[in-house]
């Protein structure tokens, strides 16, 4: 009895420890398989986890509304008679946007997404897009009435941007883009205050 109990005893211990080593490889490999297919497909997933659609849009979008803010910016800044308050006020537009535009290109780029905003011209870029006849009156506009028609056309253009900018910081993925239509809302909704009281000194 003593020694088929032994042998039991036995079976049973090294039953024990080959289920253990089994379940200790299956468990060692449970483990190390996520963590190599994680390896192998973080970085294609971190990328594409980095921006949405609402990323895409933003970008496309605003860069042709920016270039056409740069674009009035340099009318205004080519003319005669213009008020300081509103040469000081384009300078500081061109200077801010153009790097934007730089750098919204740079990601679309990054992102694989179509950066051909030409191609896009019929396109709705958003509310305060000037259309032809605007800026063909801006482009025409001297003196006093230059400045005015400027400001008028800069506060709609921005109110416009202001928009497209929030719904990029309400549903946006990428940190960078968010961050820029943040600033882009502050900065341009400051602006627009600084418009209403140039027109009001005018």
Known sequence: MKMRTAATAALALATALTLAGCAGETTSD???????????????????????DADVTFAQMMIPHHQQAVEMADMILAKDGIDEGVVTLAEE??????????????WLEEWGADSDTESMDG????????????MQSLDAATGADASRLF?????????????????????????????LAQTIVETQTAEIATMQELLAQL
């Open 123 to 134: 396109m709705d870029h958003g509310g305060g897009m000037m259309s032809d006849e605007d």
């Open 151 to 179: 400001l008028e056309q800069m506060t709609m253009h921005h109110e416009g941007a202001v928009t497209m900018a929030q719904d990029e910081v309400d549903n946006g993925q990428n940190a960078d883009a968010v961050a």
């Open 30 to 52: 449970s483990g190390s398989m996520p963590g190599m297919d994680h390896g192998s497909s973080s970085s294609p997933s971190a990328v594409m986890a980095d921006f949405n």
């Open 93 to 106: 537009i061109k200077a801010a946007q153009q790097p934007e535009i730089e750098q919204l290109q740079g």
